[in-house]
């Protein structure tokens, strides 16, 4: 066993994943202010919503523990776990009416989003493999 797949199931293995975590979501704001500036400050980890982390932890974890996971297979898991508590597609994300942008096939996602899940998959990659 290598990286965090070890310590998957102990307190050393949680602090890891939220470690790994946290650099894929500080990546992920830095393409977003690149790509799309919005004259808005980008958001920490700790001003994320719980759901918000949780989601990244798990999608961590399952690279953790399956690294032939590519990124089409994360947004797979991703949409599969949305559509199974009755989220759908909307053009906005609205929580309470559970619509969600990206609640459509890989292949019909925008480049953009595309690019983040490539760019949260390399991260992951090398700081397990590092």
Request: hydrophobic fraction near 35%; glycine fraction near 6%; aromatic fraction near 8%.
């Amino acid at each position: 066993m290598s990286g965090i797949e070890h310590y998957s199931m102990t307190a050393e293995g949680v602090e890891a994943i939220d470690s790994v975590s946290r650099v894929v979501h500080n990546v992920l704001e830095a393409y977003s202010q690149a790509a799309t500036p919005l004259n808005t400050p980008p958001h920490s980890w700790e001003e994320s919503t719980e759901e918000y982390r949780e989601s990244v932890r798990r999608a961590t974890t399952l690279m953790a523990e399956n690294l032939a996971t590519t990124p089409k297979g994360m947004h797979d898991v991703w949409l599969l776990e949305k559509l199974k508590h009755g989220w759908v597609y909307g053009d906005v994300e609205d929580t309470e009416a559970k619509r969600h942008p990206l609640c459509l096939p890989y292949d019909e996602l925008g480049s953009d989003h595309r690019i983040r899940g490539e760019l949260f998959y390399a991260v992951v990659s090398e700081l397990i493999n590092g």
